[in-house]
């Protein structure tokens, strides 16, 4: 007699086969808790960000009056926004944009404002068009589902002269990556990601620090200048470009400060040397609105 349909128990294996198709749909069970202990974690071990961020309006400040435009929206800001808190103190229209159910409620209990972070994706943002002057995505558009799509809202909801904030994923980069516990990660083929990417997610959580999103999208900054096009922002910087080559802006003694300094101008104005050095700083980028 055939097996009823459904009834897996009547098909030999078939609760087997059941169980693995589940454990291939959800991976690893419990990750998204893994995560979000993993996140709150990391934040509490967070030292004081305020230098972060006068250091960040410094350099927005070089594209845009943050006198007159306060608007501020961090897309992926966490479940401790420390810094959505600090641009609050500072008198700007902040708020955040968090994917996560469970981020969402942990970041409006650290700001103790119910309406301070709306749940949404970078693709889909939660704001009106032109309703922003800057838009931060600081460690989100590696771990986006659509670079695109996010970019693309990053603008819509800029007003026009608006700033999008980007530090992701250097695929250039020399140094140990901070996303995947895999020597020189950065540096493998495609395919070779993608198989570190399936078994974080299915086997071994602790290659890419518990996330529920790994890092899937890796970039170069000449990358990131034509995905901005893409979007529709027309003028792009660096961090070398809106920092000050004058020796009261580095540190060290009289002559390493004017060292510095001057290696920096030399850097700003010559096109290979900016390239060379965008291949190690190409992480960091300022995508400008038409205004």
């Given amino acids: 007699m055939p097996a009823a349909a459904g009834n897996y128990a009547a098909i030999p294996g078939g609760t087997d086969q059941r169980r693995r198709r589940q454990r291939l749909v959800d991976g690893v069970p419990g990750l998204r808790q893994l995560a979000l202990e993993a996140f709150t974690e990391l934040y509490s071990a967070k030292p004081d960000q305020t230098s972060r961020v006068e250091?960040?309006?410094?350099?927005?400040?070089?594209?845009?009056?943050?006198?007159?435009?306060?608007?501020?929206?961090?897309?992926?800001?966490?479940?401790?926004?420390?810094?959505?808190?600090?641009?609050?103190?500072?008198?700007?229209?902040?708020?955040?944009?968090?994917?996560?159910?469970?981020?969402?409620?942990?970041?409006?209990r650290h700001l103790e404002d119910e309406a301070g972070v709306l749940e949404g994706s970078a693709e889909s943002l939660p704001a009106a068009d032109a309703s922003q002057d800057v838009v931060i995505l600081e460690s989100v558009l590696e771990h986006v589902e659509s670079v695109g799509a996010s970019l693309a809202e990053a603008y819509r909801v800029l007003a026009p002269g608006g700033v999008a904030y980007v530090i992701t994923t250097n695929r250039l980069h020399l140094a140990r990556n901070g996303e995947f516990n895999v020597h020189l990660y950065q540096w493998l083929p495609r395919l070779v990601k993608e198989s570190y990417v399936f078994h974080h997610l299915h086997h071994d959580p602790r290659l890419a620090n518990g996330t529920e999103r790994p890092a899937v999208h890796w970039f170069t900054y000449s990358q990131l200048c034509r995905l901005g096009r893409e979007a529709g922002f027309f003028k792009f910087y660096s961090l070398l470009d809106v920092k000050a080559p004058v020796a009261a802006e580095f540190s060290g003694s009289r002559r390493v400060k004017q060292l510095k300094a001057q290696t920096l101008k030399t850097v700003q104005t010559r096109p290979w040397l900016r390239a060379l050095a965008l291949t190690q700083r190409g992480s960091l980028i300022f995508m400008v609105k038409r205004a």
């Fill in 55 to 108: 250091e960040l309006l410094r350099n927005l400040d070089q594209l845009i009056d943050l006198e007159l435009h306060k608007r501020i929206l961090i897309v992926g800001c966490g479940p401790r926004p420390e810094p959505l808190r600090l641009l609050r103190e500072r008198g700007f229209e902040a708020s955040g944009v968090e994917p996560v159910g469970d981020f969402v409620h942990a970041a409006r």
